[in-house]
T-cell receptor, first 115, second 115 residues
Framework: AQTVTQSQPEMSVQEAETVTLSCTYD???????LFWYKQPPSRQMILVIR??????QNATENRFSVNFQKAAKSFSLKISDSQLGDAAMYFC????????????FGKGTHLIIQP | SAVISQKPSRDICQRGTSLTIQCQVD?????MFWYRQQPGQSLTLIAT?????????ESGFVIDKFPISRPNLTFSTLTVSNMSPEDSSIYLC????????????FGQGTRLTVV
């Protein structure tokens, strides 16, 4: 079974600074997808970024980028120029190829933005 | 991206009763899933809702406790049966669209409190 580990229960960063959230995973599959989801207090799960395992290039979405180390099974999220609206729970998630088995989530990291 | 409407958004129920949560997607989806998020915890997959057939349940979840229906491609229900305070959680519906290539989107969740 796949597992996703987020070792940082809480992170704090000053507004406009950069923060990195860590995630490791374990799988024996070769075809899979990795995601970072954001959950603000509204409970809505918002997709932040996605990485296909077969792609060597790290995914980027505006201020959000990942460092995907396939051999190390590591998938960290970097948030640049942190904004107050970035404050939320961040979940790392894994999906096998095709997504038919649903998502396996890590325990989450609570990100605090200091003004 | 597709939009999922989930209702009710919250409810307070007496122990021993049942609650049915509805999930409506504004476009066809290939897969639909139900997740549980216990207080302060991550999301755990309950089951995959299969159109026109019995849902596929994850370990630890059973049909008698969490009956699920999916009569068509855009609608699903989850019933939490014979509730106890331990069932107090957020329940989230999720879908993967036909063209979304494994990207999962979520409803706003139902916050259930059992007293």
């Amino acid at each position: 079974a796949q597992t996703v580990t987020q070792s940082q229960p809480e992170m704090s960063v000053q507004e406009a600074e950069t923060v990195t959230l860590s995630c490791t995973y374990d799988t024996s599959e070769s075809d899979y997808y990795l995601f970072w989801y954001k959950q603000p207090p509204s409970r809505q799960m918002i997709l932040v970024i996605r990485q296909e395992a077969y792609k060597q290039q790290n995914a980027t979405e505006n201020r959000f980028s990942v460092n995907f180390q396939k051999a190390a099974k590591s998938f960290s999220l970097k948030i640049s120029d942190s904004q107050l609206g970035d404050a939320a729970m961040y979940f790392c998630a894994y999906s096998s190829g095709g997504g038919a088995d649903g998502l396996t989530f890590g325990k989450g990291t609570h990100l605090i933005i200091q003004p | 991206s597709a939009v999922i409407s989930q209702k009710p958004s919250r409810d307070i129920c007496q122990r021993g009763t049942s609650l049915t949560i509805q999930c409506q997607v504004d476009s066809q989806v290939t897969m639909m899933f139900w997740y549980r998020q216990q207080p302060g915890q991550s999301l755990t997959l309950i089951a995959t809702a299969n159109q026109g057939s019995e849902a596929t349940y994850e370990s630890g979840f059973v049909i008698d406790k969490f009956p699920i229906s999916r009569p068509n491609l855009t609608f699903s229900t989850l019933t939490v049966s014979n509730m106890s305070p331990e069932d107090s959680s957020i329940y989230l519906c999720s879908g993967i669209g036909v063209l979304m290539n494994t990207e999962a989107f979520f409803g706003q969740g139902t916050r259930l409190t059992v007293v």
